[in-house]
């Protein structure tokens, strides 16, 4: 084995190609022959879209779960440990089980080189393979039509919503978004998509490949009363369903989006009670995540404009008796000033973090990008994460609430250090 040790092998990785992202499916193709995974002995859901996959999967792995079946998971990014990003019955698989997946790719691959996240796609489903669940549920990593998951035919394509990001490599527009998240689309297989007006791209991907389509608010409806919410849809009415653990009206939504698809895959009624324990168990940390205090915190994995709106709108829903203090840091792909403006009138003050690799901003950087919605003396800069919360969190007051959000890392390394704050001495 080239390593034992499964940082050894993501540092290596890392590496191992000459850049980050290469979107293309010939060379993950070919290693995927060799080690003949593109036939997997099980159904595929691959969920795609800008916002809301890594929350569709989580109620999908749940909702499946409690109907009583094995479900595999591959997500993206993790935020603490890399295992977060291959699951088994909603566990993450054992570090040495993903050292000795990626030993059997490194093997098959030759001189294909791999990216980090083909290399990792390719161990998710060579483990799925041994497993043998009943289920598979795949989160696309970027795009759609050429991303490493799309290799594997899937037997519903769900698609979440669409909003600008990552232009530079999906286009600069809804409809060429949605041409690119479209391409997981198999013919004659269902569609689910998760919001009311998808691009007209998606649709006419699905007509054109006789792919029976599943709208939200079209095809299936959601209804909510106060504490319950009511989903209708095609061969079943799900009513006083409770309200999901994740915060925010945009979470039925994406449980509704859930339902309707495990609804297709099975291809039965999901038994009600199976229904209400899936939804009321589903959890994923960093979607407005709370933790509670005299100056509570807030952490949210929002790295794009559309996820921004959203957050400024919960922050509005949940206002403090005092400020609102940030900590963001960025990468370079980003659109600064789309996410910024809509948090820029409920911010009061910024702590700004440079983000390591070729790929993260540094807080100089940042703050000039952020200039045009914020004025200069309400930003700081910090060398790293951890020390924008520091600061954050030194400067904070009784009734203040700090707010973390901006990238994965930005939020996997509060979410960290809320744990090792609450760890006792000893």
């Known amino acids: 084995m080239r390593f034992s040790n499964l940082n050894d092998w993501l540092g290596w990785q890392e590496g191992l190609h000459p850049t980050a992202i290469e979107l293309g499916l010939s060379r993950c193709r070919k290693v995927a022959e060799a080690m003949a995974l593109l036939s997997p002995p099980f159904p595929v859901i691959s969920v795609a879209g800008t916002n809301g996959k890594g929350s569709v999967v989580a109620f999908l792995e749940s909702l499946l779960s409690a109907a009583g079946f094995h479900v595999g998971a591959y997500t993206s990014p993790h935020l603490e440990q890399y295992a977060e ?16 997946a990626f030993e059997r790719v490194d093997q098959a691959r030759g001189e294909t080189s791999l990216t980090y996240f083909e290399f990792g796609t390719l161990a ?17 990593g970027l795009g759609g039509r050429l991303d490493a998951v799309n290799l594997f035919d899937p037997a519903v394509a769900v698609i979440t919503t669409i909003d600008l990001d990552h232009a530079d490599w999906l286009g600069d527009d809804r409809d060429s978004i949605g041409r690119e998240k479209a391409g997981i689309i198999r013919p004659q297989r269902p569609l689910v998509c998760g919001e009311p007006d998808p691009p007209e791209s998606v649709m006419a991907q699905a007509a054109s490949m006789g792919s029976p389509a599943y709208r939200l608010g079209r095809d299936f409806h959601v209804e909510i009363d106060r504490d319950a919410w009511r989903c209708t849809g095609p061969g079943f009415d799900f009513s006083k369903l409770p309200m999901p653990v994740l915060q925010g009206d945009h979470q039925v939504g994406n449980a509704a989006t859930a339902l309707m698809a495990a609804s297709l895959v099975v291809g039965e009624e999901i038994p009600l009670a199976a229904v209400v324990d899936g939804i009321r168990a589903a959890c994923l940390p960093g979607r407005f995540q709370v933790f509670p205090g005299p100056v509570e915190r807030i952490v949210d994995v929002a790295h794009n404009a559309q996820a921004a709106r959203t957050l400024a709108a919960q922050l509005r829903s949940r206002p403090c008796s005092g400020r609102t203090l940030a900590i963001t840091g960025m990468l370079k792909d980003k659109d600064i000033p789309a996410i910024i403006g809509p948090l820029a009138s409920v911010v009061d003050d910024w702590f700004l973090a440079s983000l390591p690799s070729e790929r993260g901003l540094s807080a100089a950087s940042l703050a000039e990008k952020m200039s045009v919605h914020v004025p200069r003396n309400k930003v700081s800069g910090y060398n790293d994460v951890a020390s924008a919360r520091a600061a ?11 707010v973390a959000f901006g990238s994965f890392l930005v939020a996997g390394t509060c979410i960290r250090l809320e744990t090792s704050d609450a760890r006792p001495e000893t």
């Open 85 to 100: 990003r291959i699951r088994f019955d909603g566990r993450p698989v054992a570090n040495a089980q993903i050292a000795t």
């Open 124 to 140: 998710a489903m060579d483990i799925f393979q041994g497993a043998r669940p009943d289920f598979v549920l795949l989160e696309v």
């Open 392 to 402: 954050a969190m030194g400067a904070a007051q009784l009734g203040d609430r700090v």
